[in-house]
């Protein structure tokens, strides 16, 4: 995935301290986001249990797994609040593993750079695979190839319809 400027490579490095210690508990770090909302600065943590649903239990046990790792590393300045939840619906996908293991469910990708004809970077369709680090959406008909590491955000798109009402 792209880091874009300042936040995406704090949220590289959140990555990088927190998955060993999430990881290590049986957990799986999905997605690392530090946004803003009403001027309140939040570090959003994705997880996930290969066996199970995440349930609160899980989300206040990662809570205080990594809040002293933050506390000691410090890679936010300023004060934050954290937050730890489930992917949900329409679940992060970042690494390879995750669009191998989603081939075939509707996907939402932004990719940084323009594909197809220069001017085209958010795709809604079919997760087709990915091979030789190139994920394959197809569009309506139409198959998009592009390299995974010019993903700036995807994720899974739940559409509610009548079998799901």
């Known amino acids: 995935m792209t880091t874009n400027g300042t936040t995406g490579a704090q949220e590289a490095q959140i990555w990088s301290i927190l998955e060993p210690v ?8 999905i997605e690392v986001e530090l946004t803003h909302d009403r001027g309140r600065k939040i570090l959003r943590l994705y997880i996930d249990h290969p ?40 679940r992060p996908l970042r690494l390879a593993a995750h669009f191998e293991r ?27 695979g990915i091979r030789d680090g190139q994920v394959t959406v197809d569009v309506d008909g139409e198959l998009f190839e592009f390299p995974h590491a010019d993903i700036v955000r995807a994720r899974l798109e739940y559409r509610f319809d009548e079998e799901n009402r």
Request: hydrophobic share 35%; proline share 5%.
């Open 51 to 90: 066996d199970r649903a995440i349930s609160i239990d899980d989300t206040t046990l990662v809570t205080r797994l990594v809040d002293p790792v933050l506390d000691v590393e410090d890679p936010i300045e300023g004060a934050y609040y954290l937050e730890v939840s489930s992917p949900g619906l329409d």
């Open 102 to 128: 989603f081939v075939g469910e509707r996907v939402k990708i932004r990719t940084e750079h323009p594909v197809s004809d220069g001017r085209r970077r958010n795709f809604n369709g079919i997760l087709k």
């Open 22 to 29: 999430i990881s290590a508990q049986d957990f799986e770090l």
